[in-house]
């Protein structure tokens, strides 16, 4: 088992900056790729960006791209999701999540383990 435990949300104003933490116990030697993911009232839960455990071969989906930077620390076993430029659309509640591969990996099936969530409150 994974242990996954998010940390770092908040309330910000348009254009402010936040960085989610999330903190990996456990099995973590049986971790290949971690993602942040989003989930907005009364949307499905969507991608945000993904890093591989050892390479840190980073992908993000399009909206965050180039103010989103998600980074890795293996000594910590922790991965960050630095967010800049931030809009009220960013508002949701983010969730981390382990997996063994990077097939699809925007989907949420690619991932076998999930933090609880921290939520995220952009103000315009």
């Known amino acids: 088992q994974v242990q996954l435990v998010e940390s770092g949300g908040g309330l910000v104003q348009a254009g402010g900056s936040l960085r989610l933490s999330c903190a990996a116990s456990g099995r973590t030697f049986a971790i290949y790729a971690m993602a942040w993911f989003r989930q907005a009232p009364g949307k499905e839960r969507e991608f945000v960006a993904r890093?591989?455990?050892?390479?840190?071969?980073?992908f993000y989906t399009n909206s965050v791209k180039g103010r989103f930077t998600i980074s890795r620390d293996n000594a910590k076993n922790t991965v960050y999701l630095q967010m800049n430029s931030l809009k009220p659309e960013d508002t949701a509640v983010y969730y981390c999540?382990?997996?063994?591969?990077?097939?699809?990996?925007?989907?949420?099936?690619?991932?076998?383990?999930w933090g609880q969530g921290t939520q995220v409150t952009v103000s315009s």
């Open positions: 890093i591989t455990w050892s390479g840190g071969s980073t």
């Open positions: 999540a382990a997996g063994n591969s990077i097939v699809n990996t925007m989907s949420t099936k690619t991932y076998d383990y």
